[in-house]
């Protein structure tokens, strides 16, 4: 008999296809990749202890609190919760989906978990009177995943064995990093090293990092500012003239940066920055993970424009928010919106009233000194975040503002309507000769260069900017 991994009917021996659904049916398919993983182990410290103070029943209330608590930030940060061994959660972060930053989603999720942990001792010991302690150990490398028809994953390397291995040797509330995560990790953390561990099996000390803190909005590893600047004169043209634009008639103008992964939008908007003197820029990026993170890139940017510490107590921030708007005759209602987009207790705002604010927040900075608004990574933006720029974008008057945003290709296939559908339809010089045909349905991309692979001079392909002015919205 054949179970149907479909439908879970029973199907005779040879046949294809299920009687009952029609999917394929195999005897067993298992396939077998190789793939880059970072594995997470976290082990309970002290767990037996607990055992002999709590009777069986609150023992086990008080593990499967634990157990939610920690799978949280894993899957948060887009790990899988393997198994549980024991005390023991092993994660990993790579399966289904590699993401390009599993090594530091991995470590993110590590951090919160320390204080998810935190939090969750003050109720334990509230209703328990018991708190719990336990040490994480974070490894990177590759794995040989079993895809099973069944649906039973197996994920086996050495990296899964060293990983438990740091977790052994980490002290109570300590998260260790093997080498291979840390190199992958660096200049997003705070780590200091360990003494090497000796593992089974190893010739070699496992060389460890104590993890001391993540960084918010940073990448693992940064991207090197070092080297000249080569080319990109005609974009770092298109970029001037849109800001001249704004600052001659005053308007609000949008200019998107759309180009792959490593292509140089960063580089180019750097550049631009450098080269515009008397600005205002507030920077932002999206962020791809993590709950509440709808209006990260501007809490971001109204931290840095108020002059915001996180240790201001409330009516600081509120102060320092009315300071930044002052110029605006409805600076109480503004400072007040700010403040319950800044998750200030006791203030209250829709979205409508967000974006109204936020709007009016550029207008002030901007009444100082032309403003560039840079806008990193949209393509992992909220859409709510897109539909606040597009109404600054769209409503925004009398004022000098660039809304500079960088974005994969890929971010217009989510938001084919972006810039209100009014693209700029003079692509500049390089592009002319690779021009896609336009197409009816998709014509917010059709003046776009087509996704040509390498250029002639062996550069990747140019970015592509593609200026919008707010002053034709809405139609
Ligand atoms: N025109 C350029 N000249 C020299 N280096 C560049 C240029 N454009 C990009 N780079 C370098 O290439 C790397 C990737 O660029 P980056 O701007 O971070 O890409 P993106 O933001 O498109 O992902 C960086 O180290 C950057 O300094
Ligand atoms: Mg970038």
Known sequence: MLTCPNCGRENPDGSAFCNACGAALAAEIVREVRKTVTVLFCDVAGSTAMGERL???????VMDRYFQAMRAPIERNGGTVEKFIGDAVMAVFGIPRVHEDDALRAVRA?????????????????????????????????????DAASGDRLVTGDVVNTA?????????????LGDPTYRLVRDAVDAEPAPPIDAKGKAEPVRAWRLV?????????????????????????????????????????????LGPAGVGKSRLVDEFLGAVLDTTALRGRCLPYGEGITFWPIVEMLTWAAGLSEVDPREEVLAKLRVMVEPSPDADTITQRLAHLLGLEGARADPEETFWAVRKAFEALASRAPLVVDLNDLHWAEPTLLDLVEHVAGWS??????????????????????GGGKMNRRPSSWSRSRRRKPSASRRSC????????????????????????SSRWPP
Request: some cysteine; charged content about 30%.
């Open 55 to 61: 009777d069986p029943e609150s023992l086990r209330r």
């Open 110 to 146: 590590a951090a919160e978990m320390r204080r998810t942990l935190e939090d969750l001792n003050k109720e334990l010991e509230r209703d328990h009177a018991v708190s719990i302690s336990n040490r994480i150990g974070v490894n990177t490398g590759e794995v040989v995943a079993t």
């Open 164 to 176: 438990a291995r740091l977790e052994q040797a980490a002290g109570a509330d300590e998260t260790l």
């Open 213 to 257: 803190a993540v960084r918010e909005g940073v990448d693992g590893v940064a991207r090197r500012r070092d080297a000249p600047m080569v080319g990109r004169q005609g974009e770092l043209r298109l970029l001037t003239d849109a800001f001249d634009r704004a600052v001659r008639e005053r308007a609000c103008v949008l200019v998107t940066i």
């Open 397 to 418: 008057r009398g004022s000098p503002i660039v809304l500079l945003c960088s974005a994969r290709p890929e971010f217009l296939d989510e938001r084919p309507g972006w």
């Open 446 to 469: 059709s003046a776009t260069p087509a996704r040509a692979a390498r250029s002639s001079s062996g550069w990747p392909p140019p970015p592509r900017a593609i200026p919008c002015s």
